[in-house]
């Protein structure tokens, strides 16, 4: 009978689970919750989560590209070409030059053509004055010719194609560069006289 008894017992009250600590109401904690009363059990905070270690790697594993994938090289650019800088076109002696012209000037001539001899002498230095002093430093010539066997210089002015165009010139000149004897002279003779 006792056996039976216990085993009844058994039948009749079901076994309770052990609950978690946490699942147990503290009967201190809450009125409304009457002592030994199984709570649902709070979920667990996972733990913070850290990264897993990286082992570093020897050298960068690079992707290996297939040939019809690698980009195709483009050709440089073309250089723009650039206008050649103009050159400034040869031009005879201008008026701002310091000294006048001289036996290559003399000899660039042409044989045929003429000139005005102003003035002569034996010494260049009182001709370079009367240049200057009467503003011909830039249009006349100071040549050397020989004459006798010794230097000569002389003061030409101008170039015309013909001899009565050079005497037309020699007349429209100021009474101040006739005075000396001015005369026109072909520039052949001027050129032979200077070679020798």
Request: glycine share 4%; aromatic share 4%.
């Amino acid at each position: 009978a006792l056996f039976y008894t216990e085993q009844q017992a058994e039948n009749e009250v079901p076994p309770v689970a052990a609950a978690p600590a946490a699942a147990i109401a503290d009967p201190g904690a809450d009125d409304s919750v009457e002592p030994g009363t199984i709570t649902p059990a709070a979920a667990p905070l996972p733990a913070p989560l850290e990264p897993a270690p990286v082992a570093p790697s020897a050298a960068p594993i690079i992707a290996e590209q297939s040939p019809a994938a690698q980009p195709v090289e483009q050709p440089p650019p073309a250089a723009v070409a650039q206008p050649p800088t103009p050159q400034p076109p040869a031009t005879r002696p201008t008026v701002e030059r310091n000294q006048p012209l001289g036996n290559a000037w003399l000899h660039s001539r042409q044989p045929s053509r003429y000139t005005i001899q102003l003035i002569a002498a034996t010494e260049a230095e009182p001709l370079r004055n009367y240049l200057r002093e009467h503003g011909l430093t830039h249009r006349a010539a100071l040549l050397t010719v020989n004459r006798n066997g010794q230097p000569w210089h002389v003061v030409v002015l101008g170039d015309y194609p013909d001899r009565s165009s050079a005497r037309a010139a020699l007349e429209r000149l100021p009474q101040v560069l006739r005075r000396d004897g001015a005369w026109v002279r072909d520039f052949g003779e001027l050129q032979q006289l200077a070679r020798r």
